[in-house]
């Protein structure tokens, strides 16, 4: 079965630093994978999309590479800032609807 | 900030009783979702709708049910609440933008639900 994993330990990164989520997807790969971010009792916030044939996507502070050999996408955050703590939500497209990770927190320390 | 509003935000109620979950969406958005997630979970899909008097299961047994009468309305019902009902609902909507699928989703607030 098609799954999303994510690292399900916190991230302590200190702020200014670069961080970086990784999610790792099984089986075949999705035609796209989505990040989001989710605060504690909020619905997810979209972030980026990267298609199967793209390498990298920006979105100013933020990057998302997408590796088809490593079966992984990368998400990095750079300058981190204490309003970057969150938990971050992995994603990917197949057929109807999204399969999600369950979402690694990230802490930014000031 | 999306335009997708769910209430209640919170509901406790007792066993047996019947709840009606709202969301409603004003971006004209066809397709509409259901979700469930319990803390440091992921999200499952329990319901979708691609159009007004379109609506399927997702991959997660649910006992409640919903409705697509109208393209901005989505509301998810449960006709005798347990405690394993216990859980955040989240309401979700996608469109398109220049005849594309975007593939993004946008979310509600949720409506966190207990049972006891």
């Known amino acids: 079965s098609q799954k999303i994993e994510q690292n399900s330990e916190a991230l302590n990164i200190q702020e200014g630093k670069t961080a970086t989520l990784t999610c790792n997807y099984t089986n075949y790969s999705p035609a796209y994978l989505q990040w989001y971010r989710q605060d504690p009792g909020r619905g997810p916030v979209f972030l980026l999309l990267?298609?199967?044939n793209e390498k990298e996507k920006r979105k100013e502070r933020l990057k998302v590479t997408f590796d088809t050999t490593l079966k992984q996408s990368l998400f990095h955050i750079t300058a981190s800032q204490p309003a970057d703590s969150a938990t971050y939500l992995c994603?990917?497209?197949?057929?109807?609807?999204?399969?999600w990770g369950a979402g690694t927190k990230l802490i930014i320390k000031p | 900030e999306a335009d997708i509003y769910q209430t209640p935000r919170y509901l406790v109620i007792g066993t047996g009783k019947k709840i009606t979950l709202e969301c409603s969406q004003t971006?004209?958005?066809?397709?509409m979702y259901w979700y469930q997630q319990d803390p440091g979970m992921e999200l499952h899909l329990i319901h979708y709708s691609y159009g007004v008097n379109s609506t399927e299961k997702g991959d997660l047994s649910s006992e409640s049910t919903v409705s697509r009468i109208r393209t901005e309305h989505f509301p998810l019902t449960l006709e005798s609440a347990r405690p394993s009902h216990t859980s955040q609902y989240l309401c979700?909507?996608?469109?398109?933008?220049?005849?594309?699928?975007?593939?993004?989703?946008?979310f509600g607030e949720g409506s966190r639900l207990t049972v006891l």
């Open positions: 971006m004209g958005h066809d397709k």
């Open positions: 994603a990917r497209g197949s057929n109807y609807q999204l399969i």
């Open positions: 990267i298609r199967e």
């Open positions: 979700a909507s996608s469109g398109t933008s220049g005849g594309w699928d975007t593939g993004e989703l946008f």
